[in-house]
């Protein structure tokens, strides 16, 4: 029996995709509670800002961290569902709670496995519990699978692999920052342009999660410059796309500008996927001009050293980035780039339709 | 001909609306009956009903997240299609549909 690749490979992109549409409003909800508290909250002694002090900020702290150590078993265990259906849940479930444990490093910190660690997990679970299912069993068996077989097997072999990778995973994944730290002048600009490239290019898929996940577990490791670079290029695909449609309205239909508006909205709490009606109707147009403007905002960020302390992006989180002046500007020349670039290239795209089709038929 | 179709996108916002509108419209054009179960971030919504999957000709998969209850449609006719086909060309999917049946 061949196994087709591409058949395979098309697959597995649908188990991430569905484990990262379970968990992105985890991520959208504790990231903005989140945000919400340090924006309130007084300096501490270190002088970031420290919700300690007020009953109801560390509530709502309280509250957006539970729903923030919730997403990578979310990711894990949907991950595993897409798999394995309704069994895949328990294995995925432990898999992506293991993931998300801190492990101590041999210098003393510590780190989780996180975000690549949890999609492991899913993955190896879906293909656990699938192998299971397959297991000659017994009829007498049979009604305990699904409650008692399945999960306790499951979570066995899942957990005990999780517990042999956690700690490699987590190296890994302090290991990049590390290097990433390390990276002074030009390197340092580099990366601000890649994670920019990479918040836009999916907006809010997995590319996308993937350097939000690195900008967030900067924030635990004490280095803030990373989320700035990541919260500026959140915020400027759906801006950028909302004000070209105030821009130049001829160039959008009804749909595009009331789509416009919500995008507007949603940019300025930090939703990248404001930009998805846009880009899925016209993805040749809209995906470099929206990279364009994260790229941009995200080297500006860098360059002016704005940092972020909470997991999340746009304009909600000014009240605790450092460099104030520095975001604002950095999130306005990335959304003027968007917003200009885009209508520059649908006028073209629109003059030259029109001279193809010299009598418009509707 | 009578279809059933189930679209869903990661996100679950925008795709999987635009893309159920855009199969309604085509099939209205193309004079086919189509009835459009979405699954997006509000969870199912318009769900099929087992009469309408056992009355279909054939049965219209747009999505790129893993479907809750494929069983449903176990021996009927599938075409299964990323979201995108469906909101850029869905003439495309019911002309698919029409060669193989």
């Known amino acids: 029996m061949a196994i087709d690749f591409k058949e395979t490979a098309a697959r597995h992109k649908q188990y991430l995709l569905t484990g990262v549409s379970y968990a992105v409003p985890f991520i959208a909800c504790g990231g903005i509670l989140i945000a919400v508290s340090l924006a309130f909250a007084p300096p501490g002694p270190n002088g970031a800002p420290d919700p300690s002090g007020s009953e109801i900020l560390s509530l709502i702290e309280k509250i957006g961290a539970s729903a923030f150590s919730l997403m990578f078993p979310v990711l894990g265990g949907f991950i595993a569902y897409a798999m394995a259906s309704r069994p895949g849940l328990v294995p995925g479930f432990i898999g992506g709670a293991i993931a998300s444990m801190p492990q101590t490093l041999p210098d003393g910190k510590t780190a989780n496995a996180g975000f690549l660690g949890a999609i492991f997990a899913g993955l190896l679970a879906g293909h656990v519990v699938n192998l299971i299912k397959k297991a000659p069993i017994p009829v007498i068996f049979k009604p305990i699978m699904p409650i008692l077989i399945i999960p306790i097997f499951g979570a066995l072999l899942v957990g005990s692999v999780m517990f042999v990778v956690n700690l490699p995973i987590a190296k890994t994944m302090v290991g990049l920052g590390d290097m990433l730290k390390q990276m002074e002048g030009q390197s340092q600009y580099l990366l601000a342009a890649i994670l920019g490239a990479m918040i836009a290019f999916d907006m809010g898929g997995p590319v996308n999660k993937a350097a939000f996940f690195f900008g967030a577990s900067m924030i635990e490791q004490g280095n803030f410059r990373i989320m700035g670079a990541v919260a500026i290029a959140i915020c400027t695909p759906p801006l950028g796309l909302g004000l070209a449609t105030l821009l130049r309205r001829k160039l959008w239909n009804d749909d595009q500008r009331n789509a416009g508006k919500a995008a507007l909205g949603m940019g300025m709490i930090g939703i990248t996927e404001g930009a998805i009606p846009f880009a899925a109707a016209d993805p040749i147009r809209v995906l470099p001009c929206i990279m364009a403007g994260s790229i941009t905002g995200a080297v500006i960020g860098m360059a002016a050293q704005v940092g972020d302390h909470a997991p999340h992006g746009g304009p909600i989180v000014l009240p605790v980035v450092d460099n104030r002046w520095w975001y604002v500007f950095a999130i306005v020349v990335g959304t003027l780039v968007t917003a200009i670039s885009i209508n520059a290239l649908k006028a073209v795209g629109q003059k030259k339709e029109n001279e193809a089709q010299p009598a418009p038929a509707a | ?101």
């Open chain 2, 1 to 101: 001909m009578k279809f059933v179709a189930v679209t869903g996108c990661p996100t679950g916002i925008a795709h999987t609306y635009m893309a159920a509108e855009q199969l309604e419209k085509t099939a209205r054009e193309l004079g086919h009956e189509i009835q459009v179960e979405t699954q997006g971030a509000m969870g199912i919504e318009n769900e099929l009903s087992a009469a309408a999957i056992a009355g279909a000709d054939a049965v219209i998969l747009a999505a790129d997240i893993a479907i809750e209850g494929a069983d449903r449609f176990d021996g009927k006719t599938k075409i299964e299609v990323p979201v995108q086909t469906a909101i850029k060309e869905a003439g495309s999917i019911f002309a698919r549909a029409g060669a193989v049946k």
